[in-house]
């Protein structure tokens, strides 16, 4: 059984840990809110452009149509883009996407397919990389807040590699902000870009003509689009780790108060049973004179 001093020593450990978590759950909640804003403010200038696209994409077909539009018409080569934060302590924020990832990729490769991948925040790079390092193409850091600069150089490596025929399918991989406790592992198409289902609007009857015509908008807009699809993830990958690390700061706050009370108990129990003991050497000594 542990002394008393060493008992005492571990309390004050678990004390000092219950102080740090309980920091970090205070930093996570004051900076959840601004990037929850974030997230939502970023999500009707992604679904406009969404709209705008589809409704060009109605427009156009045939030869004429832009490739990060149609795709190559093959489905052997693909670029899986998996998006993390670059940090942990936010429970199974960070392996929820990685796990999901790992699955499409396991998938695709027992299917024949030959599959790339870019990782984006360090903890998607660490967990990928013994498995897969091989299929490695590049990585970059989410850094500390999301950044027009890193999306944009993502999604040039991911256009310049389509251009080069290096691939014929992106997916990206990130996880969805949904409420404070629920975040969604998703995997969004970029190319062939998808632009069936609710992003039409809907022109009752009207008929617009574009100046320049519609293939030139599109070459123009949808590389832009893979940068806004980058950097949207990004911000609702910010926004999820914020509340998976208050979560997981919380719960550990409160394992680390209920430690501390079980020593507690068992330190009480641990110098009552000494006293006890010591009383009775007393009693004994006493009446053997």
Known sequence: MASLKEMRNRIKSVESTQKITKALQMVAAAKLRRAQQAAQNARPYAERMASVIANLAAGVSGDGAPKLLVGTGQDVKHLIIVATSDRGLAGGFNSSIVRMARDRIATLIAGGKEVKIITLGKKARDQLKRLYGDRFVESFEAGASPSLS???AVGQKVAAMFEAGDVDVVSLAYSKFKSV?????????????????????????????YEPDAEAILETLLPRNLNVQVLSAMLENQAGFFAAQMTAMDNATRAAGDMIAALNLLKNRTRQAQITKELIEIISGAEAL
């Open 150 to 152: 890193v999306a944009e």
């Open 181 to 209: 406790v629920t975040q969604t592992p998703t995997f969004q198409q970029m190319i062939p870009a998808q632009v069936s289902g609710s992003g039409v609007v809907d022109l009752q009857g009207a008929s617009y003509e």
